[in-house]
């Protein structure tokens, strides 16, 4: 059983940058391949990005290339999520997710969840 913490959310300007982190315990981090989503209020679960378990292959939704990157440190069994650029449309809940295949990246069927942490973009 894996267990995800996000940290590294809270309140920051337009334009602005965060850095999430999220880390892993109870199973082996580099056997997983990890994703990061968000949710707005009222809104779905939308994919952002994932990076595979050597961390050699990224993958990005369109709303967000080029202003996040995802990383990983499997000594650390963390996965980061830098956020550039910010926009007042980037405020949700974010989440991290990890799973084992690297399949049906962009749909919530991920096996481990984190609890979320809020990230607040004000204009």
């Known amino acids: 059983q894996v267990q995800l913490v996000e940290s590294g959310g809270g309140l920051v300007q337009a334009r602005g940058s965060l850095r999430l982190s999220c880390a892993a315990s109870g199973g082996t981090f580099s056997m997983y391949n990890m994703g990061w989503f968000r949710q707005a209020s009222g809104q779905w679960r939308e994919f952002l990005a994932a990076?595979?378990?050597?961390?050699?292959?990224?993958y990005y939704a369109d709303s967000v290339k080029g202003r996040f990157t995802v990383s990983r440190d499997n000594a650390k069994s963390t996965v980061y999520l830098q956020m550039n650029s910010l926009k007042p449309e980037d405020t949700a809940i974010y989440y991290c997710a990890a799973k084992i295949g690297f399949d049906k990246i962009a749909t919530t069927e991920w096996k481990y969840w984190g609890q979320g942490t809020q990230v607040t973009v004000s204009s």
């Open positions: 990076v595979s378990w050597s961390g050699d292959s990224t």
